[in-house]
């Protein structure tokens, strides 16, 4: 305990500027070492989870099951001709449109 109080009051006795460096440091190792255990204990959780159950408590099989009767969508192709033709009425009803240059 001497020991820390004496190293303590040597990084007193510096400089601000050293004190500051030597305070970020200690944080920056301190913030590796906290992140370096939580990886390794949220590892070795993960490496426990019975992925199976997960599945079956989700319900995810039904899920799959629900969307793949689902209609797929699709977006209507519609040609030059088409486009214009669309264009030409929203004109007459008064919209204002953009001219597009293809």
Known sequence: MEKIREILKRIQERP???RKTIFWVLAVILGVLF???????T???LAGINKEKVRQDLRLPELE???SKLP?????????????????LLRQQGE???TATP
């Open 43 to 45: 590892k070795e959780r």
């Open 72 to 88: 797929k969508l699709e977006m209507p192709k519609f040609d030059q001709e088409q486009i214009k033709q669309l264009e030409e």
């Open 35 to 41: 992140f370096g255990g939580w990886l390794a204990i």
């Open 16 to 18: 601000e500027a050293e």
């Open 96 to 98: 204002v449109l953009p």
């Open 65 to 67: 099951e629900e969307l």
